[in-house]
């Protein structure tokens, strides 16, 4: 066992921040479709929410926006000349085109990637695997970007590996740790890791939903697992229930959250419920560890409330008592079912006794909430010093990030505005600056 924390990654919300309704089966995204968003809102709202986990002493840093727009993609795919006259093609010809290459998508970070911590791998190193995030246009190219950042903040080979996202195939779809928890006794022990999928390629026979896609498979699990060298008797595959899918459930991470040996869950989460408990408790008793399974029941919370108000898309946090606090944005205590399940929840005597609360309102209608927001990545001590520093939230770095962000960002970003060649290079712009802020000189390609 180590000293080890978890370091919540959060995803730094970019100057082009839109609602393009781009997620078919994200049913937040889908109802805010061509509205206008305020991306300076959004990337202080969210600074905020770090600075003030960071206060409260838990382990937080930022992954940083990614390039927008995606003017190689768009060459690629026929329009020429200028980037102006590229932009002005897309709008003309096949607006939805520009929105993909404009897509906010990569402030999920949960999608970024499946981390492993030294922990549980073979090799003693920090795994990383980049998503390839294959069943949507706007989000299929996230991979590179994301594998390019990580390559940079984990730098050291000795302690940490990035993969390169799996074969972007539907066999192999990856969406990263929305669809991953690990659960173990403390952060720095050996653990067990939990995958959860919707669908199996090779298995026809196999349970799917029938309305909205379902993004991982089970191959792209086992894949991972095996680059990560997992220990199969620490490692459970769970069958997402195919049902709460159609419900506009996309991501595991809207229907489950766990953390330390806690897993709360609703109960219409997984295909088999009683199965995946009991492969959970078999898997963390191997390690010395019990599971406390908090269970939601639908006549208490229906999956549509719980939908609409991201409850279990928040974050679990362990505090240094021991007890847990749970991360959740205002839309939880706007939905009567759900305020009313967490005033009980927290006065319950169970493991999780406190709610702090957000507004992210700005995200949330973008289709996330608190866990979309981060990636999770256990480090011991040694290996939190390795990292890049530049990236760990501090107060100067807050100092510097707000008036940047004040700088650079509109205040409104409607359909229309996509097509402005003078969006194009704000964007560019505020993330030449940024580079300097968190010390990353080269991070994007902005040639």
């Given at each position: 066992m180590y000293n080890a924390r978890e370091f919540n990654f959060d995803g730094l919300v970019g100057p082009s921040h839109n609602y393009a309704g781009l997620s078919?089966?994200?049913?937040?995204?889908?109802?805010?479709?061509?509205?206008?968003?305020?991306?300076?809102?959004?990337?202080?709202?969210?600074?905020?929410?770090?600075?003030?986990?960071a206060a409260r002493g838990f382990a937080q840093a930022l992954l940083p926006p990614q390039s927008r727009p995606n003017l190689r993609?768009?060459?690629?795919?026929?329009?020429?000349?200028?980037?102006?006259?590229?932009?002005?093609?897309?709008?003309?010809?096949?607006?939805?085109?520009?929105?993909?290459?404009?897509?906010?998508?990569?402030?999920?970070?949960?999608?970024?990637?499946?981390?492993?911590?030294?922990?549980?791998?073979?090799?003693?190193?920090?795994?990383?695997?980049?998503?390839?995030?294959?069943?949507?246009?706007?989000?299929?190219?996230?991979?590179?970007?994301?594998?390019?950042?990580?390559?940079?903040?984990?730098?050291?080979?000795?302690?940490?590996?990035?993969?390169?996202?799996?074969?972007?195939?539907?066999?192999?779809?990856?969406?990263?740790?929305?669809?991953?928890?690990?659960f173990a006794s403390s952060h720095g022990a050996a653990g067990v890791e939990f995958f959860v999928y919707g669908r199996v390629e090779f298995d026809p026979s196999a349970p799917s939903p029938k309305k909205y896609p379902a993004r991982q498979t089970l191959e792209a699990s086992q894949a991972i697992a095996r680059l990560h060298g997992l220990d199969a008797?620490?490692?459970?595959?769970?069958s997402q229930n195919p049902d709460v899918i159609d419900q506009g459930v996309f991501h595991n991470d809207v229907i489950a959250v766990g953390n330390g040996n806690v897993l709360f869950y609703h109960e219409q989460a997984f295909a088999d419920e009683a199965g995946t408990l009991d492969a959970l408790r078999r898997a963390l008793g191997g390690v010395g560890a019990d599971l406390q399974a908090v269970r939601v029941d639908t006549g208490v919370v229906p999956v549509a409330d719980a939908v609409a108000s991201y409850l279990f898309n928040s974050q679990l946090l362990s505090k240094p008592d021991g007890r847990m606090a749970l991360v959740v944005?205002?839309?939880?205590?706007?939905?009567?079912?759900?305020?009313?399940?967490?005033?009980?929840?927290?006065?319950?005597?169970?493991?999780?006794?406190?709610?702090?609360?957000?507004d992210l309102r700005q995200s949330m209608r973008n289709g996330g909430g608190p866990a979309?927001?981060?990636?999770?990545?256990?480090?011991?001590?040694?290996?939190?010093?390795?990292?890049?520093?530049?990236?760990?939230?501090?107060?100067?770095?807050?100092?510097?990030?707000?008036?940047?962000?004040?700088?650079?960002?509109?205040?409104?970003?409607?359909?229309k505005d996509l097509a402005d060649p003078q969006l194009a290079r704000e964007c560019m712009a505020a993330l030449e600056?940024?580079?300097?802020?968190?010390?990353?000189?080269g991070l994007y390609d902005l040639s």
């Open positions: 078919f089966g994200n049913v937040a995204s889908f109802n805010n479709v061509k509205s206008a968003s305020n991306p300076r809102q959004a990337a202080l709202q969210g600074l905020a929410k770090m600075r003030e986990l993609m768009l060459r690629r795919l026929g329009f020429s000349g200028t980037d102006a006259d590229v932009l002005a093609g897309a709008w003309r010809d096949a607006p939805v085109i520009l929105a993909c290459a404009y897509s906010a998508a990569p402030m999920w970070t949960a999608n970024a990637a499946t981390v492993s911590p030294s922990a549980d791998t073979a090799d003693g190193r920090v795994h990383f695997t980049a998503a390839n995030l294959n069943n949507k246009l706007h989000r299929a190219e996230e991979h590179v970007q994301a594998t390019r950042t990580l390559r940079a903040l984990f730098a050291d080979s000795d302690r940490f590996v990035v993969h390169d996202a799996l074969p972007s195939t539907p066999a192999f779809g990856d969406e990263g740790a929305a669809n991953h928890t690990r008797a620490r490692t459970v595959f769970a944005p205002h839309e939880c205590r706007e939905n009567a079912a759900v305020a009313a399940y967490l005033q009980q929840l927290v006065a319950s005597g169970g493991p999780i006794d406190e709610l702090v609360e957000f979309c927001l981060r990636l999770r990545v256990a480090l011991t001590d040694a290996e939190a010093q390795a990292m890049h520093q530049g990236v760990v939230m501090t107060d100067d770095l807050y100092a510097r990030l707000v008036p940047w962000v004040e700088r650079h960002y509109r205040d409104r970003v409607e359909p600056e940024l580079e300097r802020h968190l010390g990353l000189p």
